[in-house]
């Protein structure tokens, strides 16, 4: 007797010993600290966001002066840090990189241009001031700078709304180039201010469907040059293109340009096969559209083809880039339109460039800080807009081939520019003969590498909201207008967000044999329910008024569920007593989603069950706090699902 | 030796049955079941919006016809089910709340009439048709319908962009009129299809700011009646309506308006601080705004004021309601307009009375079926079109007195309806000589009711961004439109979920003394942290284009602090090894998601160090292994933190 007396009593002492240590588990949960308010929130983000080398700065104060102007120099030029190391094998590399680089590039630029609806010159303008203002500024190695055609397409289908190209030429040209000043400011603030996240806000599958959308509109309107077709339509989406087209052929036209255009593309098409086939043939596509430029210049010339039908460039002017200061334009009704046409190509560019950028550091092992980019890409679109350049940017395929060339630093959009201005000066004469659909078939055979297939079928295996946001850019640009196309884009992904946020999502959780764990039962098929207690999960991160009443709904459906489920089975068994709300996946809880907490309670209290909650997060427990619900459900607050159940079940024990 | 030998091996074996155990574990979480598909979702997501009750119409079908036909009324018409438990007593009780309710809805609903721009009878018309309807459609037994105060500005200051109700009164009227047919479709819609939830969109936070707001500029139109000026604005905003008072000032204004007004003001406020002090008087106030009509127009009968400028309301065509099918207009430009009106209409009358009626409810213990109470409005305003009746809805002041009047069903509204159909054949030429002073003070004394200073207290105190929306709808309201403060409110909260679910939040994580458990190192300032491993949870639900490089980075830079402080700490120490992530709170991830995740393997790998992952739910981890993510890791993959961490330490004393 008196041993089992001894016995119970130890019994006694170590289940009051665990009721201690649940206890005071619980007031871990309930006396942790006040989460930051707010305010102080938003000035750790901004903070965060502005400064986010903090101690960087904080530890040059302490260092002299000239070292500190030196560190703050070799943060806004980093050629200063690698250009001591430059050595004589590296510039080897660079000056072969480069000189490949010149040779598609010149090409692709003043094609480009045209698809920009600018005299050729100013492409190649483009591949002059911005690559060097890159090359001392910039931080990505491999970048290639200079017109790239999703740009160039987006330029004109903008700008060609407020003033005719072929009309106006020159207060088109104004235009384009106010615009490049401001989207040049667009992205230095970005940089400055550390919002490089603006640009996360195109997600990866939209921009996947954009660009794919983009090739198939340019390579449209390649049909101009490659059929010859003096009568164009503006607009860029696939049915009017088509129409104007077919309008056209009614007219007699001249299949000397379709042939030769299409015989060239053909050409640079193997070539490129080649490349593939054989890595050591790298140059060989890189050099394909000079080789055909030359070449059918020359047939022409010697055929005199212009004669016969076959479009030429005619008169380039040579040159180096001419001032335009003068010709920007910040006064009249358009500016407001041009600063958000600016705003627009400074998205686009630097979500090409910083995609590009950050693919090829990925591969090479070394970090590309986005808002030391934008600044990069800033100032040298500023500055390009003063010597009569449009937008540049860092371009997919050119910075591929730089990359494949060995390029070892941006020395090699030096030496590209330094060869472009050579060409400018010396050879512009040359091009006279040169026939358009040369420059439409180099456009053309650029668009491939636009389309990536492999990658859409992957985001619809992995995500078919992603998939949505993917093709609804895609259709919007090739259907209706690029703008549009990004409108979508973003639109989609954006509720994508909401709907994934709000969707009021609640699972019913088990016990995982032989472990303390509760999971979602649909997932874990070897999880068990425990007869007379409930356990929900709320999936989503919000409690909020958007999804607050239908969690609740859904609560009691499945408990009223549960209770039939019961009753039918079992008469004897004791019905559903306790239901334990796990919130550890709730991060933050509004008026709202409190008010249907407390109904809920209310509801289960009426009908005689109890309400338990488990692992709330910071936030929410200091909500439910200040709220008084911690109060109202009898402070039934626990660290974990399993330490609600011990709970509950000891306190019914004590109740029986 | 041998003994030890013996014991090693008995170490080893645990420690291989331990591994093993390890290894199942994390095999559950690999070999989860295929979540649902977005399609099978979708697809789950309506039938239970559509069919909450399915099993009840499923039951139904094994019932006999007469049986089926019966319960199908009885889901339409709930009156049939409580009228055959409704007693003499009961009806004692509801005919004191309806007598109560008549007295003051009948000076409120010319009141409410006159900010609609209408004539008087409409608001008496309204209080006839609707409540009838209701009476046997609704389930909420408490719920006065009637014209509301905030549904008439709504009204009026929406259709008067499209007619003038000075100039054109009778076009006006058949406006109203087939906007409150819309918003009766619009409503019935919503119940039919279930789509409740789109009430809650308006959080509760935003309906206070808006009501707050409404009250003012309900408030501010009422100067008009108050001071008797013949020119007013059309526009709400408390500017425009400042400018006109202050305007009229200058013309010679007629102080009796005025002093009338504010006397019976002051009277009825009086009788309502008595009903609140003393709960048995609480019809005074009910009937405070019927005693000052008939004192007012005796006075002004008596005294002939109306020639001594006192503004009288003059006719009122008395009669029933007279049929206005043949006034609604469908064709026409306005249409689309109307039925966008309708729809604002449509909703904001549904949030008011959706938020009494579950109010009321909530104390009463019952529930309130939401879908079913949007059929009953659609359907009563719809019939109300047809017998020129405008917007009724359940009024938050006179919900309240039939509450304490101590209705007991539907039959109040029954016996207002008829009171008011009665005073319409017998009294409205009797209220020839009623100041329109006094319909202005009756309405201002309902304002206060509409603005709950303590909620916005409370609302700041627990959630600062729902104060922003509570203030942006206030402000919007106030000084801009009604209109303009809806959608402030809408976009404040949807951009709130939007900031919430992206906010790019990462934890740090240590072990709770004692336990297995992992928590925020901030919340629980007890826990732990494991040298050389680094747990981080990612608090946002959504791991998607939006926030994903932010995460990265900031987990980069985590790591990054940490290995220089332990290296500044103990040279002798071994550094971080191991990066843990905890994904329990991910509930979802996108392509970009998976993007980002698989740049800092990369750049972990790159230091030497390893990422594990722990606790994935069902759509992260299925979407993981689709994209070969958990293979790139290693299979590092685990059910929780602690096993995680078991692992990892185990793994570790193998490699040394």
Redesign the interface.
């Known amino acids: 007797m008196a041993s089992s007396a001894i016995g119970s009593s130890n019994v006694q002492e170590r289940l009051d010993l665990e009721q201690n240590?649940l206890n005071e588990?619980a007031r871990?949960v309930l006396d942790?600290?006040e989460?930051p308010?707010?305010?102080h929130e938003l000035l750790d983000?901004a903070k965060e966001t502005i400064f986010?080398l903090g101690n960087k700065f904080l530890s040059l104060r302490s260092e002299p002066g000239t070292k500190r102007v030196t560190s703050l120099l070799q943060e806004i030029f980093p050629v200063l840090v690698w250009c001591r190391n430059y050595k004589a094998t590296k510039f080897k590399n660079d000056l072969l990189a480069g000189l490949t680089l010149a040779s598609l590039c010149s090409p692709q630029s003043i094609g480009y241009a045209t698809l920009a609806k600018l005299d050729p010159q100013y492409g190649l303008y483009t591949s002059v001031v911005p690559p060097l203002i890159y090359a001392i500024m910039g931080t990505s190695r491999e970048i290639a700078i200079g017109p790239v055609a999703v740009v160039s397409l987006l330029l004109s289908s903008m700008i060609q709304k407020l003033e005719d190209p072929l009309a106006n030429p020159i207060s088109y040209r104004n235009l384009v180039l106010t615009s490049t000043f401001f989207a040049g400011v667009f992205q230095a603030a970005f940089g400055l201010f550390r919002l490089g996240?603006l640009v996360?806000?195109?997600?990866?599958?939209?921009i996947v469907g954009f660009m794919a959308g983009a090739a198939i509109v340019i390579g449209l309107q390649q049909l101009k040059g490659l059929l010859g077709i003096t009568h164009f339509t503006n607009k860029t989406d696939i049915v009017s293109v088509l129409k104007a087209v077919l309008k056209s052929v009614h007219h007699p036209w001249n299949p000397h340009n379709f042939i030769l255009g299409c015989s060239f593309l053909s050409f640079i098409l193997i070539t490129r096969f080649l490349g593939r086939r054989n890595k050591k043939l790298f140059w060989l596509p890189a050099i394909a559209p000079l080789i055909s430029v030359i070449l059918s210049t020359l047939i022409v010339f010697l055929t005199r083809a212009d004669k016969h039908g076959v479009k030429i460039v005619k008169h380039i002017s040579g040159g180096l880039n001419p001032i335009s200061v003068h010709e920007l334009q910040f006064h009249g009704q358009d500016v407001g339109e041009l600063a958000r046409i600016g705003l627009i190509l400074a998205v686009v560019a630097l979500t090409e460039a910083i995609a590009v950028g950050?693919s090829i550091a990925?591969i090479k092992?070394y970090?590309l800080d986005?808002n030391k980019e934008m600044v990069a890409m800033g100032f040298m679109n500023i500055v390009g807009s003063f010597t009569s350049c449009y937008v540049a940017t860092g371009s997919f395929s050119r910075s591929a081939v730089n990359f494949s060339a060995g390029c070892e630093s941006t020395v090699s959009n030096i030496v590209m520019a330094i060869t472009v201005v050579i060409s400018l000066e010396l050879f512009t004469r040359l091009l006279y003969y040169t026939p358009i659909a040369i420059l439409a078939s180099i456009i053309l055979s650029a668009l491939p590498g636009l389309i990536d297939l492999h990658e859409v079928q992957?985001?619809w295996?992995?995500?078919?909201?992603?998939f949505l946001a993917c093709i609804g850019a895609f259709f919007g640009v090739v259907f209706a207008s690029v703008e549009i196309g990004l409108l979508a884009a973003v639109t989609i992904?954006?509720a994508?967000?909401?709907i994934?946020?709000?969707?009021p999502?609640v699972e019913s959780l088990g016990r995982?044999p032989g472990?303390d764990?509760f999971c979602?039962v649909?997932?874990?098929?070897?999880a068990v329910k425990t007869p007379g207690i409930l356990i929900f999960r709320i999936?989503?991160?919000?409690l909020?008024?958007?999804?607050?009443?239908?969690v609740r709904?859904?609560i009691m459906?499945w408990v009223v569920e549960e209770s039939n489920h019961e009753e039918s089975e079992d008469k004897a068994q004791r019905t559903t007593r306790v239901v334990v709300l796990d919130m550890?996946?709730l991060?933050?809880i509004?008026?709202?989603g409190?008010?249907s907490l407390e109904?809920l309670h209310?509801?289960l209290d009426?009908n005689g069950m109890q309400l338990a909650i488990a692992s709330p997060?910071?936030k929410v427990i200091d909500?439910l706090r200040?709220?008084k619900f911690v109060d109202k459900i009898g402070g039934r607050v626990f660290?974990?699902v399993g330490e609600a159940m011990d709970a509950c079940l000891s306190s019914e024990m004590d109740t029986i």
């Open positions: 240590n588990r871990w942790a600290p989460p308010g707010v305010w983000c986010p996240f996360d806000f195109l997600s990866h599958a939209s950050r990925s092992g970090h986005g992957n985001i295996k992995i995500d078919k909201l992603d992904s954006f994508k967000i909401i994934l946020s709000i969707r999502g995982l472990t764990l979602h649909n997932q874990y098929p070897v999936k989503s991160a919000l909020c008024f958007a999804n607050a009443n239908f709904e859904r459906r550890s996946s991060m933050n509004d008026t709202s409190i008010a109904e209310k509801i009426s997060r910071w909500k200040l709220a660290l974990t």
